[in-house]
């Protein structure tokens, strides 16, 4: 199966306001956000599982720039396996690959945020991510999200409260990019360091 779209780097926010040395850089999690859409047109499910995800070469964009995305995922048993490309001019960039598949592990059992809290006193902050940036990674205010972080031992637990901006766009979204990045945000902001992941061992989405 072979999906197709066109990004435009000026009206996507997940695009135009995460900026590395100035160009305009897909988050990686906008990739995950694809393959979501791509996979549900076909499946009832509502629970998924990522695994091995890995990123080979990220998407850059230059200002009012547009990009022919091309999402071909084939079955393998159980799983399904996709791969993204993108277009820039005659070259074609494979820019990440890994699995997605039906979720049918354990129900999470309901945990007690108080408690976990409670456990994560090491350290306590409110982020600022649109001071986080430095020159050469920016962040616009679709990522003020985030709340507070607490850390742990062990576990890391995040408040997101979404801004007007992201619960405007979510109806266009299986899951928002910006809202799993924001997620997925835990020492780097803590430390003021910023890092772009080049896989992802596993992901569960427990509702979609």
């Known amino acids: ?28 999690t906008a990739y995950l956000e694809m393959v979501l859409e791509a996979v549900k047109q076909h499946s009832t499910a509502n629970t998924f599982e990522f695994a091995e995800i890995m990123f080979h070469q990220p998407m850059i964009l230059d200002e009012g720039e547009e ?6 995922i084939r079955k393998e048993g159980e799983d399904n396996r996709f791969e993204i490309y993108s277009y820039e001019e005659e070259q074609v960039v494979k820019n990440v690959e890994g699995t997605i ?4 592990g354990k129900t999470p ?3 007690n945020i108080v408690s976990i809290k409670d456990r994560c006193h090491k350290d306590a902050f409110v982020p600022d991510l649109l001071h986080l940036q430095d020159s050469y990674l920016k962040f616009g205010p679709h990522w003020d999200n985030i709340k ?26 299986v899951i928002h990019p910006v809202i799993l990045d924001n997620a997925l945000a835990h020492e780097d902001v803590r430390e003021k360091i910023t890092y772009m992941p080049y896989m992802y061992r596993n992901i569960k989405v427990l509702g979609t």
């Open 1 to 28: 199966m072979v999906w197709e779209k066109m990004l435009v780097q000026k009206r996507d926010g997940a695009l135009n306001e995460h900026q590395i040395a100035g160009k305009s850089v897909l988050v990686g």
């Open 67 to 72: 990009r022919k995305v091309q999402i071909f």
């Open 101 to 104: 598949r039906e979720y049918v």
């Open 109 to 111: 059992e309901v945990r």
């Open 148 to 173: 507070s972080i607490c850390v742990g031992e062990e576990e890391t637990i995040s408040e997101i409260q979404l801004n007007k901006m992201v619960q405007k766009e979510l109806k266009n979204y």
